[in-house]
C-alpha cells in the first residue's frame, strides 16, 4: 500500500481570492513505512504574485528566494507522476487540497481528490480525542514526537513530522520512525522519553523452587525421567 505523506505553504488562506502554493513536501510510506529520504520530494514554486509579510513570517519564504523558482505549470506533471494513485495524508486537508485543485485547474488537470482516497489526520484526531487541541504541534506534545525543529512552518519538514503522528494515530506502528529532518535537512530520529523501570527478578524464590520440586514429582512417566535414564 502506498500512501503519500503531503503539506503545503502557500500566500495566504484564501485559494479562492488568489492565494498560491509557494512549497510542496511529501514523504512516501509504504505499508506504514517510510521510504526514507529518497523517497521524500519537495518543490519551491514562484507563485506568480508577492508574499504577503504575515505569510513570510510563517514560513520564511520570501518574494527574492522564489523568484527564480519554478512556476506550478513546470512542476505540475512530476508532482503528478510522483503522487500517482496514491492515498494522500493531510492535516486539514480541505485546505491544502483546495489550493491543489486551484492549481491544477488553472492548467485543465483534474481535481487531485476525484477517484482518490484522501486521509484527513485532523479528522482522526477529532474523533479519538473529542474537545482536545488537534493541531499538529498539539499532536506532536500528545505523541511525544520531537519538532523542536519547527521554529518556521515548512512543507517537507511538516509532512514529515506528520508522517510519524499518523503512525501514531493509527496505534503506534512504527516506534521510532525517524522521520524529522535536522537544521541541515537531514533525517534524524525522533527522541522519545521513556519512564525508567527496574529490572524485575527472574529467579523463583526458595517457596517457589519448592513447590515446583514437589509438583515435578507428582508427575507420572515424565518424557525428561527417561531420558536421564537413557542416558
Known amino acids: 500500500?502506498?500512501?503519500?505523506?503531503?503539506?503545503?505553504?502557500?500566500?495566504?488562506?484564501?485559494?479562492?481570492?488568489?492565494?498560491?502554493?509557494?512549497?510542496?513536501?511529501?514523504?512516501?510510506?509504504?505499508?506504514?513505512?517510510?521510504?526514507?529520504?529518497?523517497?521524500?520530494?519537495?518543490?519551491?514554486?514562484?507563485?506568480?504574485?508577492?508574499?504577503?509579510?504575515?505569510?513570510?513570517?510563517?514560513?520564511?519564504?520570501?518574494?527574492?528566494?522564489?523568484?527564480?523558482?519554478?512556476?506550478?505549470?513546470?512542476?505540475?506533471?512530476?508532482?503528478?507522476?510522483?503522487?500517482?494513485?496514491?492515498?494522500?495524508?493531510?492535516?486539514?486537508?480541505?485546505f491544502d487540497v483546495g489550493f491543489l485543485n486551484m492549481e491544477l485547474a488553472r492548467l485543465g488537470f483534474p481535481a487531485i481528490d476525484k477517484g482518490r482516497e484522501i486521509v484527513d489526520t485532523l479528522m482522526?484526531?477529532?474523533?479519538?480525542?473529542?474537545?482536545?487541541?488537534?493541531?499538529?504541534?498539539?499532536?506532536?506534545?500528545?505523541?511525544?514526537?520531537?519538532?523542536?525543529?519547527?521554529?518556521?512552518?515548512?512543507?517537507?519538514?511538516?509532512?514529515?513530522?506528520?508522517a510519524e503522528v499518523y503512525l501514531e494515530l493509527l496505534g503506534g506502528r512504527q516506534q521510532g520512525l525517524g522521520l524529522v529532518a535536522d537544521a541541515g535537512g537531514r533525517a534524524g530520529r525522533v527522541r522519545r522519553e521513556r519512564p525508567f523501570r527496574a529490572p524485575r527478578p527472574h529467579a523463583p524464590s526458595d517457596a517457589e523452587a519448592d513447590a515446583h520440586a514437589k509438583m515435578v514429582a507428582t508427575i507420572k512417566g515424565a518424557v525428561w525421567l527417561a531420558e536421564e535414564k537413557a542416558g
Request: aromatic share 6%.
Open 124 to 162: 482522526i484526531a477529532r474523533r479519538r480525542f473529542p474537545g482536545a487541541q488537534a493541531s499538529l504541534d498539539a499532536l506532536c506534545k500528545r505523541f511525544g514526537v520531537d519538532n523542536s525543529n519547527r521554529t518556521l512552518h515548512g512543507a517537507l519538514l511538516d509532512a514529515q513530522i506528520l
Open 1 to 94: 500500500m502506498r500512501e503519500i505523506v503531503l503539506d503545503t505553504e502557500t500566500t495566504g488562506v484564501a485559494a479562492e481570492n488568489g492565494d498560491r502554493i509557494v512549497e510542496i513536501g511529501c514523504v512516501e510510506l509504504l505499508n506504514h513505512v517510510s521510504t526514507g529520504p529518497e523517497g521524500h520530494r519537495r518543490w519551491y514554486i514562484n507563485p506568480e504574485r508577492l508574499v504577503p509579510p504575515d505569510a513570510v513570517a510563517i514560513h520564511g519564504l520570501t518574494d527574492t528566494f522564489l523568484s527564480d523558482k519554478p512556476v506550478f505549470a513546470e512542476v505540475a506533471g512530476e508532482f503528478l507522476d510522483y503522487v500517482g494513485d496514491a492515498t494522500l495524508i493531510i492535516h486539514n486537508a480541505k
